[in-house]
C-alpha cells in the first residue's frame, strides 16, 4: 500500500512520503485492523520495524479529529528524542507539541492547549495525582515500549496509569511492542486487537563471536561465518573488521568501569582508521566534552581523550550535556565506535551497523546470570536502522565454543520471556494506593478491590488476593502515619475469611498532609520519616535525613579502604554511630558517605575533588543532587503545612545551597541567570556580594566576566 494513497490532506502526506513511498506489512496490519478507525491495538514487531509510523498515522488522524493525544515514554531521553523529532515534522501543520516529563508538584494545566503531549510514565502519574483537568479529553493515548510493565522499577507506575487513564479518559489505545511471548496477554487487558508481525526492514543477522585459535570466529544465522584473524581481546578485534569496512558500532558492557576500559582499549585502533579531516572535527568535539564542567574531572579527561581518537563511552555517570554531545557527534559519524551500559539499548535511534554485546552475564548478588533474553533482543535491534543502513549485525560474545552453542539455543532461537506484572511490590503499592485515596480514585476499600481487578496483574494472574493481603495491611499503615482515614468497621472478620471477602464499603479518606505526600510524588515512608525529623538539627543531620529516603537508594557504597578517612570524620561530626560489630554499622557508614558527599557540593567542592575522593562520577553526583533537591523541597512543603515555618525556612535555605553547590553567601548571586557557582565565588571575592554591588560595579563586572555576560546580568535587573 501506498502512502500516497492514506486519506490525509496532502501537506501530511508529503510529509510521510519523507520516510518511505510505501507501508510495510505491521504498518499495513495496522491499517487493516482498524488503525485510524479508533481501534484498541497493541503492536508488537522487532525494533526498527516501523511502529513509530504507526504512532503517527494515529495521531495526525486523531489531530485532524480536533482531538488530543498523550504519548507515554518509559525514558527522559526518549521523549526529548521524539519531541524534537515531531516537531520538526509537524508544527507546519499547526500541530501543538508538548514535552513533560520532570517537575512532579504540578498540575501542567498549560499542557490542555496542546494537540500531542509527550510525558514520560512518572509524569503522567504526577498528572494523574494533581487531576489535572484536561487528560479526561484525551481521545488517543499512545504507550511507546510497553513490554516496560515487565520492569520492577518501572512497570508498576505505567500499569496503574494505564489502568486510570483507560477508566478516566474514553480514548482509543495504542501499545508498542518488542517483541515478547505473551503480547496477546496485554492485547487482552487493553481490550484490543494484537497486530504481531516479524517484519523488519533492514536485515538483522545475528552471531556469536568465540575464540579459534589466533583468531575470532563469527558464526552467523542467515549470512557465511566470518574468521578475524587478531590477537587481541575480541571488542578489538570486532572494532578493527567494523571501522575497515567505514561502519559504526555499539558495544554493550555490564559495567561502567567496564565501558570505560573497552572504549579506551579500541580507541587506539579507530585513531588508525581516521581520515586527517575527521581528527581535526574530533579535537573540537574532545574540547566540547572536555568543557561540559566548569572544571573538568579525570573522567572528563578520558572521555575528551578517547573521543580525540574517534571512540567514547556513554553511562549515567555522565552529566546530560556530554551524553548529548556524544549521541550527536556518533549519529553523525564522526564517532565511530560506542562502549555503553545497557542505557543506551531502550528506544534511542542509533546509527550502529553491527552491535556487540560484550558481557552476556550479570552480577545479581548471588552470583553471574545470563542476561534476559528481552533485555539483550533490545541491544540487538539498535543494530541495522533503516534511515542509515540496509542490513546490520549483531553479536553475541562467547568465551568458549561450548558457551557458544549456550548462546544460540538462548538468544538467537530462543523466545524471549514473557512479561509478568510486578505491581505486588509493597514499597511500590504503597505509594500509588495513597494516591489512589488522596486523588479520590477510591473512596472505599471496594473501590480499591475494584480498581486492582482492572490491572494487568488481575488479568495475568486472575486472583488479587495476594495484592488485597497487601494492600490491608499498608492501609494500616499509612493510617498510623495519619495521611489516611478509615471509618471503623463494626465486626470482625474470623480469621478464615480472607480481609476483603466480606468487607463492607468502609469509607477511606485522604488527610490534608496525606494529600500533599501524594502530590509531591514521594514515598508515604519516606514522607513520615520527613515529618518524624521536622525538628531543630544540623545541616548534616537533615541531609542525613534525606539520604535514608527511598528515593536515595542506593547509597553511595563506602569501599573498605575508605573506612579510616569516614570513620574520622564522624569523629569530627560528632554523631551518635552504631556499634562496629552492630549488623547495621557498614548502612551506616554507606549512609554517612552518602551525606557528605552532597555536604560537599553544596559547600563549593569542585566535582573532581568529589570524584577523586569518594569515587563519585559527575553524572551520579548530579542524579544524587536532583533527588536530594526535590525530598528537601517536598519537605519544605510538609513543614509549611504542619506550620513550622523557622524549620521550612532554614529546609529551604538548603534546598537552595544544594541545587547550586554553594555556601550559603553566594545564594543572592546564583538566583541570577548566567551566575553558576564558579562565577559567584569569583564575584563574591571581587567584593561583588548581590544585586546593589552589580548595579554599583558595572565596570569590575565588565572585567570579570565579559561585557556579553555583565550586560546579560545587568538586564535581568532592570526587569
Same mark, same amino acid.
Given at each position: ?5 492514506? #486519506? ?23 491499517? @487493516? ?51 524534537? @523529532? ?5 508544527? =507546519? ?13 504540578? @498540575? ?12 514520560? $510514565? ?10 489535572? !483537568? ?31 487513564? %483507560? ?17 496477546? /496477554?496485554?492485547? *487482552? ?13 533492514? !536485515? ?7 575464540? +579459534? ?9 542467515? *549470512? ?22 567505514? *561502519? ?27 581520515? !586527517?579531516?575527521? %581528527? ?66 531502550? =528506544?534511542?535511534?542509533?546509527? +550502529? ?21 528481552? /533485555?539483550?533482543?533490545?541491544?540487538? =535491534? ?18 568458549? &565454543? ?7 539455543? *538462548? ?6 520471556? +514473557? ?23 477510591? %473512596? ?88 518524624? $525529623? ?24 563506602? %569501599?573498605?579502604? &575508605? ?47 568529589? #570524584? ?16 536530594? &533537591? ?65 548595579? $554599583? ?23
Amino acid at each position: 500500500m501506498r502512502i500516497e494513497d492514506l #486519506m490525509f490532506p496532502r501537506p501530511i502526506i508529503d510529509i510521510l512520503r519523507k520516510g518511505a513511498e510505501n507501508l510495510n506489512p505491521p504498518q499495513k496490519l495496522a491499517l @487493516e485492523n482498524g488503525l485510524l478507525e479508533g481501534k484498541n491495538l497493541v503492536i508488537a514487531s522487532p525494533t526498527a520495524s516501523g511502529k513509530t509510523l504507526i504512532a503517527e498515522m494515529a495521531f495526525l488522524k486523531n489531530f485532524l479529529n480536533h482531538g488530543k493525544t498523550v504519548y507515554l515514554v518509559p525514558l527522559r531521553a526518549l521523549g526529548s528524542e521524539k519531541y524534537e @523529532e515531531f516537531k520538526r515534522r509537524y508544527t =507546519g501543520i499547526g500541530m501543538k507539541i508538548a514535552l513533560s516529563v520532570g517537575d512532579m508538584d504540578k @498540575e501542567s494545566e498549560w499542557l490542555g492547549n496542546y494537540d500531542l503531549i509527550i510525558a514520560s $510514565n512518572e509524569k503522567m502519574d504526577s498528572l494523574l495525582r494533581h487531576e489535572a !483537568k484536561w487528560i479526561s479529553s484525551a481521545s488517543l493515548i499512545i504507550c511507546d515500549e510497553i513490554h516496560v510493565l515487565n520492569d520492577p522499577g518501572r512497570g508498576p507506575t505505567l500499569e496503574i496509569v494505564l489502568t486510570r487513564l %483507560k477508566e478516566l479518559a474514553n480514548a482509543q489505545v495504542l501499545a508498542l511492542s518488542a517483541t515478547i511471548s505473551n503480547a496477546d /496477554e496485554i492485547a *487482552k487487558w487493553l481490550d484490543a486487537k494484537l497486530v504481531r508481525s516479524d517484519f523488519r526492514p533492514v !536485515k538483522l543477522y545475528p552471531g556469536v563471536c568465540y575464540p +579459534a585459535k589466533d583468531s575470532w570466529a563469527v558464526e552467523y544465522h542467515g *549470512k557465511d561465518d566470518l574468521k578475524i584473524h587478531s590477537k587481541f581481546e575480541p571488542e578489538i578485534a570486532m572494532t578493527e573488521d567494523t571501522v575497515k569496512r567505514g *561502519k559504526q558500532a555499539l558495544l554493550f558492557l555490564s559495567t561502567r568501569r567496564n565501558s570505560e576500559a573497552a572504549a579506551e582499549k579500541v580507541s587506539f585502533t579507530v585513531e588508525k582508521n581516521l581520515t !586527517k579531516e575527521e %581528527k581535526e572535527k574530533l579535537k573540537i568535539v574532545s574540547k566540547e566534552i572536555a568543557s561540559a564542567l566548569p572544571a573538568p574531572t579525570v573522567q572528563c579527561k578520558r572521555l575528551a581523550g578517547i573521543v580525540a581518537r574517534g571512540a567514547a563511552f556513554h553511562h549515567a555517570g555522565l552529566v546530560a550535556k556530554q551524553r548529548k554531545i556524544i549521541e550527536d557527534n556518533f549519529r553523525y559519524g564522526l564517532i565511530k565506535i560506542l562502549a555503553s551500559t545497557p542505557t543506551l539499548a531502550y =528506544g534511542l535511534n542509533m546509527p +550502529a551497523w553491527r552491535v556487540v554485546v560484550r558481557d552476556m552475564k550479570r552480577f545479581s548478588g548471588y552470583g553471574s546470570d545470563y542476561l534476559p533474553a528481552l /533485555e539483550v533482543q533490545q541491544m540487538c =535491534g539498535r543494530a541495522g536502522r533503516p534511515a542509515y543502513d540496509t542490513e546490520g549485525e549483531a553479536i553475541l560474545v562467547a568465551k568458549s &565454543e561450548r558457551e557458544k552453542e549456550e548462546l544460540k539455543e *538462548k538468544y538467537i532461537f530462543g523466545e524471549p520471556e +514473557a512479561i509478568y506484572s510486578k505491581l505486588s511490590s509493597e514499597p511500590i503499592l504503597r505509594m500509588h494506593l495513597l494516591a489512589l485515596i488522596a486523588s479520590g480514585t477510591a %473512596k472505599t476499600k471496594k473501590d480499591i478491590q475494584k480498581f486492582f481487578s482492572k490491572t494487568f496483574f488481575a488479568h495475568q494472574y486472575g486472583d488479587i488476593g495476594q495484592v488485597m493481603k497487601k494492600v490491608e495491611k499498608i492501609l494500616a499503615e499509612l493510617e498510623s502515619y495519619s495521611f489516611i482515614e478509615i471509618e471503623k468497621e463494626d465486626f470482625i472478620l474470623p480469621d478464615f475469611v480472607p480481609a476483603f471477602s466480606l468487607a463492607k464499603d468502609v469509607k477511606l479518606t485522604a488527610t490534608k498532609i496525606g494529600r500533599r505526600v501524594s502530590e509531591l510524588y514521594v514515598d508515604p515512608w519516606s514522607a513520615n520519616m520527613m515529618i518524624t $525529623n521536622l525538628k531543630p538539627m544540623t545541616d548534616l543531620e537533615y541531609i542525613m535525613t534525606i539520604s535514608r529516603c527511598l528515593e536515595m537508594l542506593p547509597m553511595i557504597r563506602a %569501599k573498605s579502604k &575508605e573506612y579510616d578517612q569516614i570513620e574520622g570524620e564522624l569523629e569530627r561530626c560528632g554523631l551518635n554511630t552504631p556499634d562496629v560489630w552492630n549488623i547495621d554499622y557498614e548502612d551506616f557508614i554507606d549512609l554517612f558517605k552518602t551525606s557528605i558527599v552532597v555536604r560537599g557540593w553544596m559547600n563549593e567542592f569542585p566535582e573532581g575533588r568529589l #570524584m577523586d575522593t569518594y569515587g563519585v562520577a559527575p553524572g551520579e553526583l548530579h542524579n544524587r543532587v536532583t533527588n536530594a &533537591e526535590w525530598l528537601l523541597y517536598s519537605a519544605r512543603e510538609l513543614a509549611l503545612l504542619l506550620e513550622k515555618r523557622p524549620i521550612a525556612n532554614h529546609l529551604n535555605k538548603l534546598r537552595m545551597r544544594i541545587k547550586h553547590g554553594v555556601k550559603e553567601e553566594l545564594l543572592r548571586l546564583v538566583k541570577l541567570k548566567g551566575i553558576g557557582r564558579v562565577r559567584a565565588r569569583l564575584l563574591f571575592k571581587n567584593g561583588i556580594k548581590g544585586a546593589a554591588d552589580i548595579r $554599583n560595579s558595572t565596570e569590575k563586572l565588565e572585567k570579570i566576566l565579559g561585557k556579553g555576560v555583565a550586560k546579560q546580568i545587568i538586564d535581568q535587573l532592570g526587569e
